[in-house]
């Protein structure tokens, strides 16, 4: 079983950054990764992805302006938030999965239970 424990969410003003972290209980050297995000009363979308080649794959709402990455030991994934709009305002879920993730689909193995990103104008 793994779990998946998301942290840094919280209020910022337009153009500021945050930095989210979903700390892992299990090694993710073999698992997919990604960030998804759910406005109220919108669908869950897909954000950004790390594969477990390293490739990384991002939202065209989101490219040049976040980042997403793993720790050294791979049991931390992160998503560096830049230059944050109001429309970026969501909960913010981990997923991970063995075989299968896209941008396009929130389906996964494992997801955290969110945190909170509001971004005020």
């Known amino acids: 079983q793994v779990q998946l424990v998301e942290s840094g969410g919280g209020s910022v003003q337009a153009g500021g950054s945050l930095r989210l972290s979903c700390a892992v209980s299990?090694?993710?050297?073999?698992?997919?990764m990604g960030w998804f995000r759910q406005a109220p009363g919108k669908g869950r979308e897909g954000v950004a992805i790390?594969?477990?080649?390293?490739?990384?794959y991002y939202a065209d709402s989101v490219k040049d302006r976040f980042t997403i990455s793993k720790d050294g030991a791979e049991n931390t994934l992160y998503l560096q938030m830049n230059s944050l709009t109001p429309e970026d305002s969501a909960m913010y879920y981990c997923?991970?999965?063995?075989?299968?993730?896209?941008?396009?689909?929130?389906?996964?193995?494992?997801w955290g239970q969110g945190t909170q990103v509001t971004v005020s104008s």
């Open positions: 997923a991970a999965d063995r075989v299968y993730l896209i941008l396009q689909s929130p389906v996964a193995d494992y």
């Open positions: 299990g090694n993710t050297a073999t698992w997919h």
């Open positions: 790390i594969r477990r080649d390293g490739s990384r």
